[in-house]
């Protein structure tokens, strides 16, 4: 990758497999926008993706990423689409040879090409540098204002120091970490008055330590919203999910006063997918990082309101208002309410997987984490799509995947395209009829014990990294008294309420509720956290769009 000496320019990105034609694209990039324009170029999609989270950590801007479609390992449209969730603003070209215009088309819709250019391009002046110079245009007519990065100081078997990147991560706020067993993390525990005995350190961009940050003073000190802007709005949405998403996004394109309190992340479990490849209109899969942004953006693009790390407790009926209330003690009221809370993953039951959780032991966390398995040998629990997903993401660097499955298939809880993916890959295993019996370490995870459900034989084995992706627990235990629930706690409404044609005790209206509205009028359920749903990111975010329509409905009746 060639090396500039002024880091402080804003970077044109090219990224070919030919070094003759990759050298021959800098160099006419240069002539025309090196006074200007840092130019970065690559010879595979993997050096480029790297080349691009170092600017991102350092808080560069990318305005133009060029990307050759035939290169090996990586072609031009997977590198563009992994290259979206790192600079989403930057501007996107392929490079193609005229046999390959069709592909060019595709990723149109896959990337959200901005050009295509026909290789060869000579004269430069009248083929490449006019696509350039209003792609330039258009970039610079947005607001790309760089973004100081937050420091994190932190051992890598530290659950809070995991925590705290997992958060940072979701919310798409860039930090740089930094080990606190090495010279600049030692650095800045020292400057910061630290020891390293309470971890995480963090550093926020205008230099204020935080150790050991709860979520919420965290999320305040990042630039993440925390406080509503009002006290009283049409839709109150609780919930950040696909389906809580939807909400927002639908309820404020259509002018209802909309604000969405998320109590960790936008995107829930969808969001921590690596890649989703059945959601319509993305054939080639789109990763649950890249979905949640782009809805997150379009929902504030609407003018949703989005306050993360804000844990609600309470659900109160005040009149026609609907109150919804947070653990400080403060409160939010509503005409209505959507309640799309998700659900969330259930905790593992065996000897010393609590002790070390977040030591190695996660509980979804595979995009976060993935960067330390690097040639290690990886556990997953769980045998439905999300732990499919995870182990295809790992198997990318680790040295082997295991896939831990109770059943005695894969066949009744994940999706054929990913079963067929999984035998398709030489470093993924999967052991069916098996359970951890017990988690053994100090400090951090060393060694499982598994179980044959069938033999009853038990085995240990070395391991360093376990994931966990079992069973889905309803984040409901709040509503306890006001809304109804049955008896795994998952939300009951519209026909569920009235199995018996009679309705919901102390309904008061002359109708039934409607088909997502609860036991409480103006309150709705949308998503994993509704009784027998889907449990899939479409229906999710289908439902968030129909609880709207019937929150306009009961809207237009109060």
Not at 414 to 439: D, K
Not at 477 to 505: K, N, Q, S
């Amino acid at each position: 990758m060639a090396q500039a000496a002024d880091t402080a320019r804003t970077v044109i990105l090219t990224v070919d497999d030919d070094p003759g034609v990759s050298r021959a694209v800098a160099r006419d990039l240069r002539r025309r926008y090196g006074a200007s324009y840092r130019i970065v170029r690559a010879e595979s999609g993997e050096s480029a993706l790297e080349a691009l989270r170092e600017l991102k950590l350092r808080g560069d801007l990318v305005a133009v990423i060029l990307a050759d479609y035939r290169m090996p390992q990586m072609n031009g449209i997977e590198f563009l689409e992994q290259a979206l969730d790192v600079y989403p603003g930057a501007r996107r070209v392929l490079l193609t040879a005229y046999a390959d215009t069709n592909a060019a088309i595709d990723a149109i819709n896959v990337v959200d090409l901005d050009h295509y250019l026909l290789k060869p391009w000579d004269p430069p002046e009248e083929k490449l540098y006019p696509v350039l110079d209003d792609l330039l245009q258009a970039w610079r007519a947005g607001d790309h204002r760089p973004v100081p990065s937050t420091k994190v100081v932190g051992h890598r078997w530290s659950a809070r120091s995991s925590d705290v990147r997992e958060f940072l991560a979701r919310n798409q706020v860039p930090y740089r970490w930094y080990a606190s067993d090495e010279p600049e993390g030692r650095r800045l525990l020292a400057a910061a008055g630290e020891d390293g005995t309470r971890l995480p350190l963090v550093v926020t961009p205008d230099g204020t330590p935080l150790v050991e940050p709860e979520a919420p003073d965290l999320a305040a000190r990042v630039g993440l919203a925390t406080t509503p802007a009002a006290e009283f709005y049409d839709l109150v949405v609780v919930g950040g999910g696909p389906a809580g998403l939807g909400a927002a996004v639908y309820g404020a394109s259509e002018g209802l006063r909309t604000v969405l309190v998320e109590r960790s992340a936008t995107g829930g479990q969808a969001g921590q997918s690596s890649r989703i490849e059945n959601y319509l209109g993305f054939p080639d899969g789109v990763s649950g990082a890249q979905l949640t942004d782009r809805a997150r953006r379009q929902a504030a693009k609407f003018g949703a309101e989005v306050l993360t790390a804000r844990e609600v407790t309470g659900l109160e009926v005040s009149g026609s208002a609907r109150v919804v209330r947070f653990s400080d003690g403060s409160a939010v009221a509503a005409h209505s309410v959507i309640l799309a809370t998700g659900v969330s993953y259930r905790q593992l039951d065996a000897p010393g997987l609590a002790e070390l959780t977040g030591c190695g032991v996660f509980y979804g966390s595979a995009l976060t984490e993935a960067s330390g398995c690097q040639g290690q040998d990886v556990y997953i629990v769980g045998g439905a799509n999300s732990a499919g997903q995870a182990a295809m993401y790992l198997a990318r660097g680790a040295k082997s995947v295991t896939l831990l499955v109770r059943g005695q298939s894969l066949a009744a809880s994940m999706s054929h395209y990913l079963i067929q993916q999984i035998e398709r890959a030489p470093n993924i295993s999967v052991r069916c009829g098996t359970v951890v019996e017990a988690a053994h370490g100090s400090g951090h995870l060393e060694a499982l014990t598994l179980r044959d459900t069938a033999t009853g034989h038990s085995e240990r084995v070395d391991a360093q990294w376990l994931f966990v992706f079992i069973g889905a627990a309803p984040l409901t235990d709040w509503l306890d008294g006001t809304v109804e629930r049955d008896e795994r706690g998952f939300i009951l409404a519209g026909p569920d309420l009235t199995p018996d044609g009679r309705p919901p005790a102390g309904w008061e209206l002359d109708r039934p509720p409607y088909h997502l509205e609860t036991n409480v009028p103006g309150v709705f359920v949308a998503g994993d956290a509704r009784a027998e749903s889907a449990k899939r990111v479409a229906s999710a975010v289908g439902e968030g769009a129909m609880a709207v329509m019937l929150v306009h409905r009961y809207l237009e009746q109060s």
